[in-house]
Nanobody, 121 residues
């Protein structure tokens, strides 16, 4: 059973930064981040392949968030800068073993428990 464990969430003021981490119990081909704000659907944020040669971002976070991974640690990171109140959400780490749409949560086999990110104005 693959496990994903997120960390790094918290409360930050607008304009601040946070780095989320997600440690996987084993190698996963594609890892990514989704987020879900209250009353909204879960949405794709960023994703990265094992080699790091393919990276995708939601338009809403391009230039603001950076995804990276450390394969030696089976860990993926999400560096979030210039945070805004609208970035407030529960952030979920996700992983999948095959190819498919970045944005579809149904394509991901594994999920973390989520970590809360709250940005105050």
């Amino acid at each position: 059973q693959v496990q994903l464990v997120e960390s790094g969430g918290g409360l930050v003021q607008a304009g601040g930064s946070l780095r989320l981490s997600c440690a996987a119990s084993e190698r996963i081909y594609v890892m990514g981040w989704f987020r879900q704000a209250p009353g909204k659907e879960r949405e794709f944020v960023a994703g990265i392949t094992w080699s790091g040669d393919v990276i995708a971002y939601a338009d809403s976070v391009k230039g603001q968030f950076t995804i990276s991974r450390d394969n030696a640690k089976n860990t993926v990171y999400l560096q979030m800068n210039s945070l805004k109140p609208e970035d407030t959400a529960v952030y979920y780490c996700a992983g999948r073993t095959g190819v498919g749409s970045w944005h579809s949560s149904a394509m991901y086999n594994y999920w973390g428990q989520g970590t809360q990110v709250t940005v105050s104005s």
